[in-house]
């Protein structure tokens, strides 16, 4: 697992669930920076991010990031692993799985030229299933 030391702070890339176990806690926090679309339809949110995981899974840093997930390539299996996407219920069990596994931050990243659309979304529809 790549990192990088920000400060008091861990930078995770492209995240898999399982991957904050391997980092330790010690005294730093930990943000998880993950690709994001949120759609009423789980498989149109899930397309949109589609060719940018296809392209990712082939670069080198990547595969040693994620390990047997690129073998699978963009599967439905891979999408759920290392995004958070769906409908609003899907990404809030995204992101509280993350926050369960150990992240202290998850930042969304949103396909480009959706950001203000999947903004909207997050205000709306994501962060009140999120509040506690």
Request: aromatic share 4%; charged share 25%.
């Amino acid at each position: 697992m790549a990192r990088s030391r920000l400060g008091t702070g861990t930078r995770v890339c492209a995240l898999s669930r399982g991957a904050v176990d391997q980092i330790g806690r010690a005294d730093h926090r930990v943000a998880v920076f993950v690709w994001f679309s949120i759609d009423d339809d789980r498989d149109t949110a899930r397309a949109r991010l589609r060719e940018t995981v296809a392209v990712a899974l082939q670069q080198d840093f990547m595969r040693s990031q994620l390990g047997h997930l690129v073998t699978a390539g963009p599967s439905e299996a891979v999408l759920a692993e290392v995004t958070v996407s769906g409908t609003p219920t899907d990404c809030a069990a995204a992101v509280r799985a993350l926050h369960a596994a150990g992240a202290d931050a998850v930042v969304l990243q949103s396909v480009p030229r959706t950001e203000v659309e999947q903004l909207e979304r997050v205000r709306e529809d994501l962060l009140p299933l999120l509040v506690d």
